[in-house]
């Protein structure tokens, strides 16, 4: 089945604390990204942008409203792939060579894109075995310790390789929001995809966990408290201890 009607590809839901969830409901669980939107006073932030096989700036007015920021959370194409339609794009610098020329290879199309992952597949002229995200490179190269400042609203940037080499997370520590990108959430982790690394993905967690996090909009599968993060951490600090 395809989607015929591109006005029915997104999901809006709004959230506490000005926050937006956007998603892609047609593409299934596992492999549909969350697109996060943050109402500042100066300006709004966009934490990733989905598989861009329709138009967000066309279909969620939300996102063109007011000036916007959009960032990467880091480079694999179910998160980025709607950032060519946004004039300010950040990432982490480690990242910044697939978002300025992405590839099939270096935003993992290949192995994951097929058509088993939709629920309907997108509009036409959408084909699984064409695709690839379009080419969008930086405005601003993050660092670890960066703010991303909205005018009344600041969140910090912290560096979380391990799923990723330039993966980030943000935190707004006014608030204990932690937008997590895909170091961790409440679902199946993916530990084992390229440029994935098993000791970085432990400091990185453990890093998270100091954290006074009161609630996580992580990349995949739904929001969780702080206190269901922390146990999360500690269920795969023990699993990764116990296999040595």
């Given at each position: 089945?395809?989607?015929?009607?591109?006005?029915?590809?997104?999901r809006v839901r709004r959230m506490?604390?000005?926050?937006?969830?956007?998603?892609?409901?047609?593409?299934?669980?596992?492999?549909?990204?969350?697109?996060?939107?943050?109402?500042?006073?100066?300006?709004?932030?966009?934490?990733?942008?989905?598989?861009?096989?329709?138009?967000?700036?066309?279909?969620?007015?939300?996102?063109?409203?007011?000036?916007?920021?959009?960032?990467?959370?880091?480079?694999?194409?179910?998160h980025m792939a709607g950032h060519?339609?946004?004039?300010?794009?950040?990432?982490?610098?480690?990242?910044?060579?697939?978002?300025?020329?992405?590839?099939?290879?270096?935003?993992?199309?290949?192995?994951?894109?097929?058509?088993?992952?939709?629920?309907?597949?997108?509009?036409?002229?959408?084909?699984?075995?064409?695709?690839?995200?379009?080419?969008?490179?930086?405005?601003?190269l993050l660092e670890d310790g960066?703010?991303?400042?909205?005018?009344?609203?600041?969140?910090?940037?912290?560096?979380?390789?391990?799923?990723?080499?330039?993966?980030?997370?943000?935190?707004?520590?006014?608030?204990?929001?932690?937008?997590?990108?895909?170091?961790?959430?409440?679902?199946?982790?993916?530990?084992?995809?390229?440029?994935?690394?098993?000791?970085?993905?432990?400091?990185?967690?453990?890093?998270?966990?100091?954290?006074?996090?009161?609630?996580?909009?992580?990349?995949?599968?739904?929001?969780?408290?702080?206190?269901?993060?922390?146990?999360?951490?500690?269920?795969?600090?023990?699993?990764?201890?116990?296999?040595?």
């Amino acid at each position: 089945m395809r989607i015929d009607d591109p006005r029915a590809w997104y999901r809006v839901r709004r959230m506490q604390d000005d926050v937006t969830w956007i998603d892609e409901p047609h593409v299934k669980e596992f492999y549909r990204c969350n697109i996060w939107h943050l109402r500042g006073r100066d300006r709004d932030l966009l934490v990733d942008s989905g598989w861009g096989v329709v138009s967000l700036r066309e279909h969620v007015p939300l996102v063109t409203e007011r000036p916007l920021v959009a960032v990467a959370s880091h480079t694999h194409f179910d998160h980025m792939a709607g950032h060519h339609e946004f004039a300010e794009r950040w990432v982490h610098r480690a990242e910044a060579l697939p978002l300025a020329r992405p590839t099939r290879v270096n935003t993992l199309v290949e192995p994951y894109v097929t058509d088993a992952a939709f629920e309907a597949l997108p509009p036409a002229p959408y084909e699984s075995a064409t695709y690839c995200p379009k080419a969008a490179p930086a405005t601003r190269l993050l660092e670890d310790g960066d703010v991303v400042d909205l005018g009344d609203r600041v969140l910090e940037v912290i560096h979380t390789p391990g799923h990723s080499p330039g993966g980030i997370a943000l935190f707004e520590a006014a608030t204990g929001i932690l937008f997590s990108g895909d170091i961790v959430y409440d679902g199946p982790l993916v530990e084992d995809c390229p440029g994935a690394n098993p000791a970085d993905y432990e400091r990185s967690l453990r890093r998270l966990l100091a954290l006074p996090v009161r609630v996580v909009h992580g990349g995949h599968f739904p929001s969780c408290s702080g206190e269901r993060l922390r146990r999360l951490i500690a269920d795969w600090l023990r699993r990764r201890e116990a296999a040595g």
